[in-house]
């Protein structure tokens, strides 16, 4: 037989026992889904921020890119326009002056101007296509919109980048509770069913329920 | 009177009571050891299943971080060559193809026309022979027949895609293609992961079989079961990667 206050610290004893081996089972698996969610995270903040400084990279060659043909082109018709308006200024003078060697250069000018303005029409009209590679072609040709679109998704992979490291901090911020509790959970497993060790036990518990709570604000 | 808290000695009649005790005591051990088995190996699979998830992570980011690299070598790669064509190349080529048209326009009209006008065409038409002579030489684009197109004016896509094979590693890079190989070891390391879960629910019920001695067993197999899943997945994930 064993005496009623013996019988009590065994009860007791036993209630110690099953509250730190449900926690330190509770700590195991809070530990399994912390590591996923801040492994998770972390894949997903790290692939936002390359996605963003890559968007961001493309977006700044094709700016560049662009801006050079679009100058070039608009270059070009400048040449040509200034021919133009050379061979009517001769063509003015040489009427004014009556000068036929002056008027000649003119029209000869003038000749040279309407051809010159094909041509490099011509020459603009090959930019940015076939034999050119697929990715060049995207850099020449990208339009405003384009642009507009791909600083868009630019902004919105930061975005996410954010989300995530948020995601991230929250994940090893319950992790170091976990650790915590674990230690307190040791500490309590040392110091027994005393009133330190319930002591012990009882925060140990409520670091892993905060970190549960981190758990389930990760997943969320 | 019996000192309260004292355990009493069996008596002699309590002799098979004792025998059933002691029996109870050596299962109690083999639980012990089976609840430490498992403890031990749901420890030991979590930790490899870890390590390699964080390896294959790893190499995920990696992977990413080549992609950003090779991302900004293409494109520098491309805007130079860009730049050579747009801003070295095609305005000595514009000039030469406004000297020749102006020339041959000059010299049509010098054919057809006598005294001062005739001449001061032809000198108009030496002025712009002098600047093509002395620009031809410095124009891959304007003086090569391949380039020129037929209506007049120069294929740029012809000459771009030239200046771009001569180095055909930049045009080959594929930044999109590690990209992709990153987002597959991603999902590689968050399926690894995720197998650690099955694991920790059998060091869960390992741990639990320790307080709750009558159903231990049940505990034990089922903590067994879970952890046996967790590794299967892991390898299920190794496998099929």
């Not at chain 1, 697929?134 to 902004?155: H, I, K, P, S, W």
């Not at chain 2, 808290?5 to 004792?18: M, N």
């Not at chain 2, 022979?129 to 090569?144: D, E, H, M, Q, V």
Request: hydrophobic share 50%; with cysteine.
């Amino acid at each position: 037989m064993i005496a009623p206050d013996s019988a009590a610290e065994l009860r007791a004893e036993r209630r110690f026992d099953m509250i730190a081996a449900v926690l330190i089972g509770c700590i195991a698996v809070l530990a399994a889904i912390l590591a996923y969610s801040q492994i998770d995270a972390s894949l997903a903040a790290t692939r936002a921020d390359m996605k963003a400084a890559r968007l961001a990279a493309d977006l700044s060659a094709r700016i560049s890119v662009s801006s050079q043909a679009l100058d070039s082109s608009l270059g070009a018709q400048q040449v040509a326009l200034m021919m133009g308006m050379d061979a009517a200024s001769r063509e003015l003078a040489g009427v004014k002056n009556n000068d036929g060697g002056t008027l000649a250069v003119g029209a000869a000018e003038d000749q040279a101007f309407t051809k010159l303005q094909k041509s490099l029409a011509a020459t603009s009209a090959t930019s940015g296509s076939a034999p050119v590679d697929v990715y060049t072609r995207g850099l020449l040709n990208a339009t405003t919109a384009d642009l507009e679109n791909e600083l868009a998704e630019q902004n919105h992979q930061v975005d996410l980048s954010n989300e995530a490291s948020s995601r991230e901090q929250r994940s090893v911020l319950g992790l170091s509770f976990l650790a915590l509790a674990g230690v307190l959970t040791g500490l309590a497993a040392v110091l027994r069913e005393g009133r330190a060790g319930w002591i012990s036990l009882v925060a140990a518990c409520a670091m892993a329920g905060g970190s549960g709570a981190l758990a389930l604000l990760t997943l969320a | 009177m019996r000192p309260s808290g004292e355990l009493f000695e069996p008596s002699a009649s309590e002799s098979s009571a004792v025998t059933a005790s002691e029996m109870a005591v050596a299962s109690t051990e083999r639980g012990h050891s089976g609840v430490a088995l498992l403890l031990a190996t749901a420890a030991v699979v979590a930790a490899i299943i870890g390590a390699r998830a964080s390896f294959v992570s790893n190499a995920a980011s990696d992977s990413w971080q080549s992609a950003l690299r090779t991302e900004v070598k293409r494109s520098a790669g491309a805007m130079e060559d860009v730049r050579y064509l747009y801003q070295s190349e095609l305005p000595v080529a514009i000039r030469i193809l406004e000297a020749q048209l102006l020339q041959g326009e000059l010299q049509t009209a010098a054919a057809i026309e006598t005294g001062p006008a005739k001449q001061a065409l032809q000198s108009e038409a030496d002025v712009q022979a002098g600047i093509i002579a002395a620009l031809s030489s410095s124009s891959n684009l304007a003086g090569k027949p391949a380039y020129a197109l037929p209506s007049g004016g120069f294929d740029l896509a012809k000459r771009l895609a030239d200046l771009r094979a001569q180095y055909p590693a930049l045009v080959a890079l594929d930044p999109n293609g590690l990209e992709t190989a990153g987002d597959g070891l991603a999902r590689e390391a968050e399926m690894l992961s995720l197998a650690m879960l099955p694991t920790s629910i059998g060091a869960f019920l390992g741990v639990l079989a320790q307080p709750f001695k009558r159903r231990r067993g049940l505990l034990l197999a089922a903590g067994s079961v879970a952890v046996a899943a967790g590794a299967v997945m892991a390898l299920g994930v190794e496998v099929l990667a």
